[in-house]
């Protein structure tokens, strides 16, 4: 396994910032600093925004108070179309990012997928530890759910999505989902984050020099989590939930040099241990965090078209 030339060079231009003092490592930024370097590099590595149908800003109930959300239609589509949707919960560790830092793959995927896109800005540490982001992942959907203030949406083809802290959120609702309902239609978990509780193989091997370095996610478990306990809770952790049977089918997207990919293929493996239908997709020469780097890292597009034609299928199935 080789690192893809175009990630050696991203990972060259991040060690080069640090090297010359303009840009600190995340363990030893504040959050509020960490954010911003967060916003800032990924606006430089993300390509030109497409224009899409709709954009629009909006807020829904949550047990925090109102939750943003930025809601897109694809270009082509009519107003009173009712679309498929996707309820997508962006990266960063549950402290960073934002529906900015994720604008430009949200276009890209409503456009190429066809589905409107509600992008979720759930609470974030230190500010509101677990299990805020939880709560708002759940009210955010149930809301989109439940027809999202009436915009043309079709809540009966509703899939879930997220990357990293996102894919755990996604991966902890569609469990809660499961008994209460409604069910989504698919989940995509792009290098989830699954467990917060235990090591891996891969979190060993790629502790340094990747980005997501081993000191860089302790310092996102301090600031998420209230304890140790909160490790152990399914919802933290959801690789660590006792029964994964009945859940929607899956979409797992893994990178080859990051050190999440272990409990991903362990969760991808419970899965289909347990009856479920899951498809995995492996980037050998990736990183954690490249689906946001598509300036200058050509498989994001790859990824995006993956999960788009994913999306397509599934919501196709509905009702077939």
Known sequence: MTLHPQIKQVLDLSALAQATGRAKKIEDCTPEEARKAYRDARHALSPAAPEVGLVEDLTCPGPGGQIPLR????????????LPVLVYFHGGGGVIGDLDVYDVVCRQMANQSGAAVFSVDYRLAPEHKF??????AEAAFRWVADGAGGRAIDTGRIAVGGDSAGGNLTAGLCLALREAGPVPVCKVLIYPSLTLA???????????GFMLTEAAQQWFYTHYINGPSDMQDWRASPLLAEDVRGLPPALILTAGFDP???????YADRLMAAGGSVSHKHYDGMIHGFLTMGAMVDAAQDAVDDISAYLRAAFGNVGS
């Open 260 to 266: 999440l990919q272990d409990e991903a293929k362990f």
């Open 198 to 208: 235990k090591s891996t193989p891969s979190r060993d091997e790629f502790a340094e």
């Open 131 to 136: 299990p805020a982001a939880v709560e708002d």
């Open 71 to 82: 809601y897109y239609r694809p270009l082509g589509s009519y107003d009173s179309d009712e």
